[in-house]
């Protein structure tokens, strides 16, 4: 089957949307699938194009199988909701030049990634001019987000920016998304039943079955033997509200059995950074992006998991993360409501989590206590991992769900 990708992020980003992506793109050609993806260089989370990959020019190659064209984008280093909006609008609209040029290949699904909803009516278009399904697969809801978060304010701006998505939404054969509360979601914004399909992000289970702690890579990072380690690896940005985990640290800081250990990149590690030095905390320790390959011992190394959310976030966005930790049996503190689907989660399956309030310093810090009292590894994690989160039962599902709708 020809299958066109279409999304903003894309691998080698490690982390996020771009990393799902790439995995997905990949598994698809091993599959015998002629696979074309159009992306943008990779820039994040640092927001900064990446060494090696043009950032004004279309770019055309092939990785692993996959056709790959990256469009120019204009990618701001301090992102505000109005770079935001022209970051997303650049990729938008260089990117349609290229949807146009895939006419003569003549996909027969096309599967448009969330963010960026602005690519939408070009992916509709192509659908439709060479009679392909199409496919949305949300990753996160943008309009939520921007305003759940507070990024955006105007009601004017909401009510335009809402009726304009559930117009989208409808018009896609097909809505995939990665957690039962963001399907819930997709059906508060009227989308039919029939049309939704679950896809969650999912893990290399394998890869992470009886790690044990690395020592050695703990000591490069600079944590010093005999420390619990209190873990967050993963993007540094708006939508996490890290200044909590700072916070905790500070009240937590006479433990001197602990440390937080903070991997990542994104636009706000700077002002964390800031943060944390004018505070004077030593129990703060920052290390970049890891490798791949470094992953699991990394993950397999935390005696506790911060899952950390704004309010706004839950259900808007999803922290890809978890898959990864749950498989490696970790034991998490997650910043969620109840009747989010993280807390629905963690009603379900007691014992997989510590699910707490988010943006509540106090329920925190009390949830690394009880976290840190959980035997690991956490054998309900790994079990609804092998279970529910396993790569290759997850992409059969959806590719056998919407390929065969396209046989």
Same mark, same amino acid.
């Given at each position: 089957?020809?299958?066109?990708?279409?999304?903003?992020?894309?691998s080698?980003e490690?982390?996020?949307?771009?990393?799902?992506?790439?995995e997905?793109?990949r598994?698809?050609?091993?599959?015998?699938?002629e696979?074309?993806?159009?992306?943008?260089?990779?820039?994040?989370?640092?927001?900064?194009?990446?060494?090696?990959?043009p950032a004004?020019?279309?770019n055309?190659?092939?990785?692993d199988?996959v056709t790959?064209?990256?469009c120019?984008?204009?990618?701001?280093s301090?992102p505000s909701p109005l770079k935001?909006i022209?970051?997303?609008a650049?990729?938008?609209?260089?990117?349609?030049?290229?949807?146009l040029?895939?006419?003569?290949?003549?996909?027969?699904?096309?599967?448009?990634?969330?963010?960026?909803m602005?690519?939408?009516?070009q992916?509709?278009?192509?659908?439709?001019?060479?009679?392909?399904?199409?496919?949305l697969?949300?990753?996160?809801?943008?309009?939520?987000?921007l305003?759940?978060?507070?990024?955006a304010?105007s009601?004017a701006?909401k009510?335009?920016?809402s009726?304009?998505?559930?117009?989208?939404?409808?018009a896609?054969?097909?809505?995939?998304?990665?957690?039962s509360?963001?399907?819930q979601?997709?059906?508060q914004?009227?989308?039919?039943?029939?049309?939704?399909?679950?896809?969650?992000?999912?893990?290399e289970?394998?890869?992470?079955? &009886?790690?044990?702690? /690395? $020592? %050695? *890579? #703990?000591? =490069?990072?600079?944590?010093?033997?005999g420390?619990? @380690?209190?873990?967050?690896?993963?993007?540094?940005g708006?939508k996490q509200?890290?200044?909590s985990?700072v916070?905790?640290?500070g009240?937590?800081?006479?433990?001197?059995d602990?440390?937080?250990?903070?991997?990542?990149?994104?636009?706000g590690?700077?002002?964390?950074?800031?943060?944390v030095q004018?505070?004077?905390?030593?129990?703060?320790?920052?290390?970049?992006?890891?490798?791949?390959?470094?992953l699991?011992?990394l993950?397999?190394?935390?005696?506790?998991?911060l899952?950390?959310q704004?309010?706004?976030?839950?259900?808007?966005?999803?922290?890809?993360k978890?898959t990864?930790?749950?498989?490696?049996?970790?034991?998490?503190?997650?910043?969620? &409501?109840?009747?989010? /689907? $993280? %807390? *629905? #989660?963690? =009603?379900?399956?007691?014992?997989?989590?510590?699910? @707490?309030?988010?943006?509540?310093?106090?329920?925190l810090?009390?949830?690394?206590?009880r976290?840190?009292a959980?035997?690991l590894?956490n054998r309900i994690?790994t079990g609804?991992?092998?279970d529910?989160?396993?790569?290759?039962q997850?992409?059969?599902?959806?590719?056998?769900?919407v390929?065969?709708?396209c046989?």
């Amino acid at each position: 089957m020809k299958i066109l990708l279409y999304g903003i992020n894309y691998s080698p980003e490690l982390t996020g949307i771009g990393k799902y992506s790439g995995e997905m793109a990949r598994w698809l050609a091993a599959h015998e699938h002629e696979v074309r993806v159009v992306t943008a260089p990779p820039y994040y989370p640092q927001w900064k194009v990446w060494q090696g990959f043009p950032a004004w020019r279309f770019n055309r190659c092939v990785e692993d199988g996959v056709t790959v064209i990256r469009c120019p984008l204009y990618v701001p280093s301090r992102p505000s909701p109005l770079k935001r909006i022209v970051h997303l609008a650049s990729f938008s609209l260089s990117s349609s030049l290229a949807i146009l040029s895939l006419l003569r290949w003549k996909p027969e699904l096309v599967i448009l990634e969330v963010p960026t909803m602005f690519c939408a009516p070009q992916a509709l278009l192509l659908a439709k001019l060479t009679k392909a399904r199409s496919v949305l697969h949300i990753q996160d809801y943008e309009v939520d987000a921007l305003f759940g978060l507070g990024l955006a304010r105007s009601s004017a701006l909401k009510r335009f920016a809402s009726a304009v998505e559930r117009v989208v939404l409808r018009a896609f054969d097909r809505v995939s998304t990665i957690s039962s509360g963001m399907l819930q979601r997709a059906r508060q914004k009227g989308v039919d039943q029939q049309r939704l399909r679950f896809f969650p992000n999912w893990s290399e289970t394998a890869l992470f079955r &009886d790690v044990p702690r /690395s $020592l %050695g *890579l #703990l000591s =490069r990072l600079g944590v010093e033997p005999g420390k619990r @380690v209190l873990l967050y690896a993963g993007n540094i940005g708006e939508k996490q509200g890290l200044e909590s985990v700072v916070e905790a640290a500070g009240r937590l800081r006479e433990r001197d059995d602990l440390v937080f250990l903070i991997v990542g990149e994104g636009a706000g590690k700077l002002r964390l950074m800031e943060s944390v030095q004018f505070k004077g905390l030593s129990n703060v320790l920052f290390a970049p992006l890891q490798p791949c390959e470094e992953l699991p011992a990394l993950l397999a190394s935390a005696d506790c998991h911060l899952v950390i959310q704004k309010r706004g976030a839950a259900d808007a966005v999803l922290p890809s993360k978890l898959t990864n930790i749950l498989a490696v049996g970790g034991n998490a503190v997650i910043t969620a &409501d109840p009747d989010t /689907s $993280l %807390g *629905l #989660l963690c =009603r379900e399956y007691p014992g997989i989590a510590t699910l @707490v309030e988010p943006e509540s310093v106090d329920a925190l810090v009390q949830g690394i206590e009880r976290t840190l009292a959980m035997p690991l590894p956490n054998r309900i994690a790994t079990g609804y991992a092998r279970d529910f989160l396993d790569k290759e039962q997850v992409l059969a599902r959806f590719l056998a769900e919407v390929g065969d709708e396209c046989g």
